[in-house]
């Protein structure tokens, strides 16, 4: 007995810290940065962090694509690229940090990241067990929407969730206790902040987009304090929106992973938002029936920062089979797009979004399979950089769209 209090103590002192952190971050949603402005910035800066395992290969095939869209800008000087080197495995486990405070200062010098997968060690490996250098940035720099487009044009799919991005199971979750050799216990947090400010972001996407309908994804049943509020909150801002036609329906996540499967229902979602743990489930469902986690990209929004990357990892046996050269770099190349239109030019991430339909869904030329028997991540890229050129870029998108939907 006298043994379990005091580890109890200990594990309350523990948590006790982990609270007064929380409450501290709570002031700060609540003081909020501005917008950045990025039509008054000039240069914007684009930092570069290619990352590791396959994230070398493709980060550099996506900034080859938008260093040819913006060629015009760089030459004016209103946008540059920045190298950001030591967002690596090897340097991060040097100096036992997910993000190096040099490598943390100089992303904070750029305005938007276009970021590489990183590796994420876990017990066992053989890395120190160091925290994600993604879960690391997004707390670092506030980035609390992690937006992620699933496009199927065949089936009239075209969803865009709304992970949120610096909560949930994930905020805390290289905080967790080992109370005793028998006990571990982990934190879950959501708070009215954090759950308001990524809800309203859906709602505000849907009407801005005229879109019908935002699905909030919980599991409000049984996790009743954090899903509850995340629920109670959606619930509240759903009605807000009542006016603009917008109806909002709520889904528990075990249900919601079958419904994604089923054909005659999928098309009908539109704009879906939910918790950290349950976007990045069910974010890597919608990528496989589009094609593959290898052609899904994500956008992490703060106010102040943003960072564009793929939604997977580092896939580090690629590159121990000799095959990081088959990476499929259209996840890099979505990340960029995404990053284009947040920087404002609408256009280019337009004309881009339709080469990589034509390309990755449509004429399918080349084909990528990860292995020798597909095209490498260079050839994808001349093939989509040739479409993007094209002056028949927009008909021929038009056209398949026609004949596909
Ligand atoms: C993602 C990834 C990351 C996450 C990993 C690499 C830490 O799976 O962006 O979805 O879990 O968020
Ligand atoms: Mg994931």
Request: charged share 30%; with cysteine; proline share 3%.
């Amino acid at each position: 007995m006298k043994k379990n209090s005091s580890v109890i103590e200990k594990a309350k002192e523990h948590f006790g810290a982990v609270l007064a952190e929380q409450l501290e971050r709570v002031e700060r949603m609540k003081a909020g940065d501005a917008w950045t402005d990025y039509k008054k910035l000039r240069p914007v800066i684009i930092g570069v962090c290619p990352g590791d395992g396959i994230g070398r290969e493709i980060s550099k095939h996506s900034r080859r694509v938008l260093e040819h869209m913006l060629t015009k800008e760089r030459e004016e000087g209103s946008v540059e690229f920045c190298d950001v080197p030591g967002l690596t495995i090897e340097n991060r486990a040097k100096h036992k940090k997910a993000i190096p405070n040099d490598v943390l200062k100089a992303i904070k010098q750029c305005h938007v990241i276009l970021k590489g997968p990183t590796t994420t060690p876990q017990t066992g490996d053989k890395w120190p067990n160091i925290e994600s250098a993604n879960v690391a940035m997004r707390r670092e720099l506030d980035l609390f929407a992690n937006v992620r487009p699933v496009k199927i044009p065949r089936e009239g799919i075209n969803w865009i969730f709304f992970r949120e991005n610096t909560e949930g199971a994930y905020i805390l979750g290289s905080r967790g206790i080992d109370v005793t050799p028998d006990l571990s216990v982990d934190f879950k947090v959501i708070t009215e902040q954090g759950a308001h400010r990524i809800i309203r972001m859906a709602f505000e996407y849907a009407k801005e987009n005229r879109l019908r309908r935002v699905t909030v994804v919980t599991k409000a049943n049984v996790i009743k304090s954090t899903d509850g509020r995340f629920s109670r909150v959606a619930k509240r801002v759903a009605e807000e929106y009542k006016e603009y036609g917008i109806e909002s329906d709520e889904w528990y996540i075990d249900i919601m992973t079958a419904k994604l499967l089923d054909p005659a229902r999928r098309k009908d979602f539109q704009v879906l938002v939910l918790p950290n743990l349950y976007g990045d489930i069910l974010t890597d469902e919608a990528a496989e029936l589009q094609g593959g986690v290898g052609t899904a990209g994500s956008a992490n929004i703060g106010k102040k920062w943003a960072m564009f990357e793929a939604i997977h990892g580092s896939a580090p046996r690629m590159v121990t089979e000799g095959r990081a050269i088959y990476a499929d770099p259209f996840s890099m190349i979505r990340a960029g797009e995404m990053l284009l239109r947040h920087i404002g030019f609408a256009e280019k991430a337009a004309r881009l979004d339709m080469a990589l339909a034509v390309c990755g869904q449509f004429e399918k030329k080349l084909v990528m399979t990860g292995r020798g028997n597909g095209s490498t991540g260079d050839e994808m890229t001349a093939y989509l950089l040739d479409w993007i050129d094209r002056a028949d870029l927009e008909a021929a998108w038009k056209k398949y769209t026609k004949e596909n939907t």
